[in-house]
């Protein structure tokens, strides 16, 4: 458990950085908060042997994070339409060569 809570904040704080500006202030203030309170938690000595208080702090910050998850998929998305459309760009312009 403990691995994937450190996963967890680890990847939050990636895609804060990368992403975050994709975010409402509202938004990434939240999903900052509830990492930083996760982080704490696993730092107290008796709390971090607390499976079930781990496992419901993992839970708050993947549903308070899921609008970090979403800007982080959509922006793949628009790597990936801009491959598509340089790509078939590229095709066409071979195609339209005349020999």
């Known amino acids: 458990m403990m691995l994937k809570a450190t996963q967890l904040l680890h990847l939050t704080e990636l895609q804060l950085k990368k992403y975050g500006d994709r975010l409402s202030i509202g938004d990434k203030h939240v999903i900052s908060q509830q990492r930083a309170r996760m982080s704490e938690m696993m730092g107290e ?14 839970s708050k910050l993947e549903d308070t994070a899921k609008t970090l998850t979403q800007a982080a998929k959509d922006s793949h998305k628009v790597i990936s339409n801009e491959a598509y459309d340089a790509r078939i760009g590229g095709e066409k312009g071979l195609l339209d060569v005349e020999y």
Do not use: W
């Open 45 to 58: 000595q008796g709390l971090k042997d607390d499976v079930v208080r781990l496992n419901e702090e993992i």
